[in-house]
């Protein structure tokens, strides 16, 4: 009898709902899509086309002169040089952190899961501090630093480690997830078939990790272009050296040169935009092959 | 290769895997580690691969009567088949089938010639060469089995180790495929050890069973040796339905139905198969337990009665053939006496 009471009470359940959603009269299903929409179009689609109004403002030649500027050009070179150095070291960090974390077992595997979402959790502006206070000239390392006339703080090592730092989190917490789903069973028997640790990375591991990897190295592509709090705190803002993108928008913006920082937060706004189509691009492959 | 273990022990954290457990595999034999979920017998499994290592000093693998504890998995030759097969999921058919000989280190590598002829000359042996072009994700359950089988044995492994080989297929592939493996096993008479929690699927194919419980072995022996003489209480009952009826319940006119007088500890408990039990009319006289019909359940081969003693209200099962209840000709609530043709009893302070 019991069994027969709880299959009733769950199929109504299920049922109930579904029975109200389809009728809802016509009026309230238009004005809730209106409203999401209206939304949508005023907090995301909106402030994206001010950007490149304003960017155009004063007219295209106006706007290549901005973006030609030497210290527009300077922000752009130290925005892909830093990029390029952070997003391989956080997919090599990334990939092997994941790879511990969830193909193998050992103590303190919590708190290191812990650890990678650090980044996450605290302030960008933090991040930047912690850099400071360790490599700054009043830090720990400040006085040896200065002795071997090594520069980290106010200076683009500064800017590349603290957008590793804030980025770190993107590529393991992509890999984790999807590792664990996938388990250890394949490369067990790879190793079983004689292949080495190598060759069971390369051949087995590595191919069914390749779209979430890709993935996770878009997401960290994009927060190291865009980041601004943490590199803000350790960069000084020294114009044409020490400038990423975000900085040199910035600078323009207080300096009341509106069209100048538009040009160039546009070229921020459409590499985002690239990198989102990217990231469909991927997803849909994704689901394509799975 | 003969496979021998001693004395393993496994603990992961506090939970005891093995504790103490002996295995003597001869060569050639296909042999069933039969248990229930949680009895340690994949973990063995995986200790003789090479996948897991016993707790230190615990306990040591031979192949052939080499000591191979320490050697690493992939220097066993071992062929190994997961359960869910883990077929490498972005591989064709024939690059899975050949992956063990692409690893190889140059100079012991097969040319690609020789790779494909190898691999191809798998594919038939386990009836799959039309699908060498497929990926695992086109293939049915057993179809991906039977590639897992050839990968395995592309290596030219000494010894054949099957984690639950038939645990993710329906019961009619499963059907098929045990039989299948049997007789393929026969052909190529390789050393093999599958793992199961399916004793008839143990039974039916097997030369030996080793049955686990909790850690350790319970018995070992044929198929027919587990069955008719099952060392503990837990063996009887892991094997087929059995009845477990209290011993004073026996005594009296009951002593007479059928219980040896021989039979060791009869204050214990009294193992009876629902087939050891002979039914007779009440009516018709003669020995045995009064019993009442309970329950008639004729969908089958064979009709299952349920019935209740009269003196202890025991309910036991008996399982007759179909044409014996038509000549009974049975309903609930009749009057029948059962008469034990067969009963097993135990050391009373044996634990389940």
């Known amino acids: 009898m019991a069994p027969a009471i709880a299959t009733t009470l769950s199929t109504r359940t299920v049922r109930s709902p579904a029975h109200r959603a389809t009728r809802d009269p016509a009026w309230a299903r238009w004005a809730l899509t209106a409203i999401a929409l209206a939304f949508l179009a005023f907090f995301l689609v909106l402030p994206l086309l001010v950007v490149f109004a304003q960017a155009f403002s004063k007219g295209g030649a106006y706007f290549l002169a901005a973006v030609r500027e030497p210290d527009a050009l300077a922000s752009i070179r130290l925005t892909l040089l830093t990029v390029a150095i952070a997003v391989p070291a956080n997919v090599i960090f990334g990939v092997a952190a994941a790879w511990a974390i969830a193909k193998f077992r050992f103590s303190g595997k919590s708190l290191l899961t812990t650890l990678i979402d650090l980044p996450f959790a605290v302030s960008p502006v933090i991040s930047g501090l912690i850099y400071v206070l360790v490599f700054g000239a009043q830090g720990w390392?400040?006085?040896?630093?200065?002795?071997?006339?090594?520069r980290i703080i106010f200076a683009v090592p500064g800017i590349i480690l603290a957008t590793t730092f804030v980025t770190f989190p993107f590529v393991a917490r992509e890999l984790i997830p999807l590792m664990q789903s996938q388990g250890t069973d394949e490369e067990y028997s790879a190793v079983t078939l004689g292949a080495s640790g190598w060759q069971t990375f390369w051949r087995v591991t590595l191919p069914n990790i390749r779209w979430g990897l890709l993935y996770g190295v878009i997401l960290c592509n994009a927060r190291a272009m865009g980041e601004f709090g943490a590199v803000s705190v350790v960069s000084g803002h020294i114009r044409g050296e020490t400038n990423t993108m975000p900085l040199h928008v910035e600078i323009l913006y207080n300096e009341y040169n509106i069209a100048g920082a538009f040009a160039v937060a546009s070229l921020l706004a459409l590499l985002?935009?690239?990198?989102?189509?990217?990231?469909?691009?991927?997803?849909?492959?994704?689901?394509?092959?799975? | 290769m003969s496979i021998e273990a001693h004395g393993i022990r496994k603990k992961f954290?506090?939970?005891?895997?093995?504790?103490?457990?002996?295995?003597?595999?001869?060569?050639?034999?296909?042999?069933?580690?039969l248990g229930p979920s949680g009895s340690g017998k994949t973990t063995l499994l995986r200790i003789i691969a090479g996948l897991e290592f016993p707790d230190p000093g615990s306990g040591r693998v031979l192949f052939h009567g080499e000591d191979v504890t320490d050697v690493p998995a992939g220097k066993r030759r071992v062929g190994f088949v997961f359960q869910h097969y883990a077929?490498?999921?972005?591989?064709?058919?024939?690059?899975?089938?050949?992956?063990?000989?692409?690893?190889?280190?140059?100079?012991?590598?097969?040319?690609?010639?020789?790779?494909?002829?190898?691999?191809?000359?798998?594919?038939?042996?386990?009836?799959?060469?039309?699908?060498?072009?497929?990926?695992?994700?086109?293939?049915?359950?057993?179809?991906?089995?039977?590639?897992?089988?050839?990968?395995?044995?592309?290596?030219?492994?000494?010894?054949?180790?099957?984690?639950?080989?038939?645990?993710?297929?329906?019961?009619?592939?499963?059907?098929?495929?045990?039989?299948?493996?049997?007789?393929?096993?026969?052909?190529?008479?390789?050393?093999?050890?599958?793992?199961?929690?399916?004793?008839?699927?143990?039974?039916?194919?097997?030369?030996?069973?080793?049955?686990?419980?909790?850690?350790?072995?319970?018995?070992?022996?044929?198929?027919?040796?587990?069955?008719?003489?099952?060392?503990?209480?837990?063996?009887?009952?892991?094997?087929?339905?059995?009845?477990?009826?209290?011993?004073?319940?026996?005594?009296?006119?009951?002593?007479?139905?059928?219980?040896?007088?021989?039979?060791?500890?009869?204050?214990?408990?009294?193992?009876?198969r629902p087939h050891d039990i002979e039914l007779t009319p009440h009516d018709a006289g003669g020995t045995g337990l009064s019993a009442i019909v309970r329950h008639i359940h004729a969908a089958g081969p064979q009709a299952r009665l349920l019935v209740e003693q009269v003196q202890t209200r025991e309910h036991v099962e008996v399982e007759i053939s179909r044409s014996e209840l038509t000549d009974l000709n049975l309903r609930v609530n009749d009057l029948v006496r059962l008469r034990l043709r067969q009963t097993h009893s135990f050391d009373e302070d044996y634990a389940i």
């Open chain 2, 13 to 33: 954290g506090a939970y005891t895997a093995l504790d103490g457990v002996d295995l003597n595999v001869p060569q050639g034999k296909l042999v069933a580690l």
């Open chain 1, 272 to 290: 985002a935009l690239a990198t989102l189509v990217l990231k469909s691009l991927v997803e849909w492959r994704q689901t394509g092959s799975a």
């Open chain 2, 87 to 272: 077929l490498f999921r972005h591989m064709s058919v024939f690059e899975n089938v050949a992956f063990g000989l692409r690893v190889r280190r140059r100079r012991d590598r097969p040319s690609n010639a020789s790779i494909a002829e190898r691999a191809h000359r798998l594919l038939e042996l386990v009836q799959l060469d039309g699908l060498a072009g497929r990926f695992p994700s086109q293939l049915s359950g057993g179809e991906r089995q039977r590639v897992a089988l050839a990968r395995a044995l592309a290596v030219e492994p000494k010894v054949l180790l099957l984690d639950e080989p038939f645990g993710a297929l329906d019961a009619r592939v499963r059907k098929d495929l045990r039989r299948w493996l049997r007789r393929f096993h026969d052909e190529i008479q390789l050393t093999t050890i599958f793992v199961t929690h399916d004793q008839e699927e143990a039974l039916e194919i097997a030369d030996e069973v080793v049955i686990m419980n909790k850690a350790h072995v319970e018995q070992v022996g044929t198929p027919q040796q587990v069955y008719d003489k099952p060392a503990s209480p837990f063996v009887y009952q892991f094997l087929g339905n059995v009845n477990v009826m209290r011993a004073p319940s026996l005594a009296g006119s009951a002593r007479r139905g059928g219980l040896r007088p021989d039979e060791p500890n009869p204050d214990g408990q009294i193992y009876v």
């Open chain 1, 141 to 150: 390392f400040g006085p040896w630093l200065i002795e071997h006339n090594i």
